[in-house]
């Protein structure tokens, strides 16, 4: 089956420092990749993804590259802010299959100034 | 502007009541679904649907019930069967055609049971 694999959290930085949150998958077939981010409160909303190995996501600072030979997501920041406080999710659905998405349980991120 | 909707934003049942969220979409999605979401559990399916008029159980299809009569609109009906139904339930759609996989949500309803 497909499932999604992230570092637990929460994840504490200091404004401007260096994130990684990791996320590692297995997946039957060719799976598209996403990273989701959930504000306090709120739904959750794309952040970046990526639909083929080597790929990079990015957005609003954030990157993550689509490694098929470690099966792996990294999400990453080079400076973080105290407004990137949230919850990230990973997830993945596999193309021509049932198109059910699958999510990480989430990695909470909080930024202290 | 499109997107979902989700009402209302917070509930509040009595035990042994049944509640129904709303769920409404302008994005012509073919697809929608409804997801549980509880402190440190992620995201748990309840119910999918991939077109109108039919639907699948999810992972936690119990004691929850839902409709698909129009395109736009996927209702929830949490039930006096559930057991525990305080939580956040997030609705979301997708493209059925081209299915990239991307899901768009609405900004969840929080139910409480007294």
């Known amino acids: 089956g497909n499932s999604v694999t992230q570092m637990e959290g929460p994840v504490t930085l200091s404004e401007e420092a260096f994130l990684t949150i990791n996320c590692t998958y297995t997946?039957?077939?060719?799976?598209?990749l996403f990273w989701y981010v959930q504000y306090p409160g709120e739904g959750l909303q794309l952040l970046l993804k990526?639909?083929?190995?080597?790929d990079k996501g990015s957005n609003k600072g954030f990157e993550a590259t689509y490694r098929k030979e470690t099966t792996s997501f990294h999400l990453e920041k080079g400076s973080v802010q105290v407004s990137d406080s949230a919850v990230y999710f990973c997830a993945l659905c596999v193309t021509g299959g049932s198109y059910i998405p699958t999510f990480g349980r989430g990695t909470s991120l909080i930024v202290h100034p | 502007d499109g997107g979902i909707t989700q009402s209302p934003k917070y509930l509040f049942r009595k035990e042994g009541q049944n509640v129904t969220l709303s769920c409404e979409q302008n994005?012509?999605?073919?697809?929608m679904y409804w997801y549980r979401q509880d402190p440190g559990q992620g995201l748990r399916l309840i119910y999918y649907?991939?077109?109108?008029?039919?639907?699948q159980k999810g992972d936690i299809a119990e004691g929850y019930s839902v409709s698909r009569e129009k395109k736009e609109s996927f209702p929830l009906t949490v039930t006096s069967a559930q057991k525990n139904p305080t939580a956040f339930y997030l609705c979301?759609?997708?493209?059925?055609?081209?299915?990239?996989?991307?899901?768009?949500f609405g900004e969840g309803s929080r139910l409480t049971v007294l």
């Open positions: 649907s991939q077109i109108v008029n039919d639907f």
């Open positions: 994005l012509n999605h073919d697809a």
């Open positions: 979301a759609s997708s493209m059925g055609h081209p299915n990239t996989g991307e899901l768009f």
């Open positions: 997946a039957t077939g060719y799976p598209s």
């Open positions: 990526a639909t083929k190995a080597d």
